[in-house]
């Protein structure tokens, strides 16, 4: 069974800095893909970010960057000139290719300061 | 193009009492996924599901949950004779399926369950 751990359960950040947020997964499957869905205080669930396991280049939208390092099983999000509404829980999601169910981590809460 | 629907926003039962969770999921979508969030913790996979047909409920507790996708209408999530442990956020998800959107998924507001 796949596992995903992320092990900062909550950080703070000052407005305009950049933080990293750590994920690590288990999975002896070689084709998957990864996630990291940010969770607001709405609770809604919204898609910030997405990698294909069998692309080497690093996934970017806008602001927001992952370094994938899949020999380390290792998929950390970072956020560039951070805003008050990054604020949220952010989780890390695990998929196989072909399997369609997410496995989540316990996520971590983000808090941007003025 | 509405995204994922689901009703209602909450819902409180008390114990014993059934609950009834609905989705809609976003047009054109003909997957359907189920999930749990227990207070402070990730979501859970429970069920997935396209037209008329439960494709993976390994997720799912084996008593008093169950599922369904009907050919005409919404998702349905059934919980019978709830207990305090069921109270939990529910969300629901959608896609269209298959590797050209590269199995991304939708999510609705979720249904939070409070049993009394």
């Known amino acids: 069974a796949q596992t995903v751990t992320q092990s900062q359960p909550e950080m703070s950040v000052q407005e305009a800095e950049t933080v990293t947020l750590s994920c690590t997964y288990d999975t002896s499957e070689s084709n998957y893909y990864l996630f990291w869905y940010k969770q607001p205080p709405s609770r809604q669930m919204i898609l910030v970010i997405r990698?294909?396991?069998?692309?080497?280049q690093n996934a970017t939208e806008n602001r927001f960057s992952v370094n994938f390092q899949k020999a380390a099983k290792s998929f950390s999000l970072k956020i560039s000139d951070s805003q008050l509404g990054d604020t949220a829980m952010y989780f890390c999601?695990?998929?196989?290719?072909?399997?369609?169910?997410?496995?989540f981590g316990t996520g971590t809460r983000l808090t941007i300061i003025p | 193009n509405a995204g994922v629907m689901q009703n209602p926003r909450h819902l409180v039962r008390r114990r014993g009492q059934e609950a009834r969770l609905r989705c809609s999921p976003m047009k054109g979508h003909s997957h359907v996924y189920w999930y749990r969030q227990l207070p402070e913790e990730g979501l859970k996979f429970m069920v997935y599901l396209q037209k008329e047909n439960i494709i993976d409920e390994s997720g799912m507790p084996k008593e008093r949950f169950s599922a369904e996708f009907p050919k005409e209408g919404p998702s349905i999530l059934r919980i019978q004779q709830v207990v305090r442990g069921d109270s939990a956020a529910y969300f629901c998800?959608?896609?269209?399926?298959?590797?050209?959107?590269?199995?991304?998924?939708?999510f609705g507001p979720g249904t939070r369950l409070t049993v009394t």
């Open positions: 998800a959608s896609s269209p399926g298959g590797k050209s959107t590269g199995y991304e998924q939708y």
């Open positions: 990698q294909e396991a069998y692309k080497q």
């Open positions: 999601a695990f998929m196989n290719r072909g399997d369609e169910k997410l496995t």
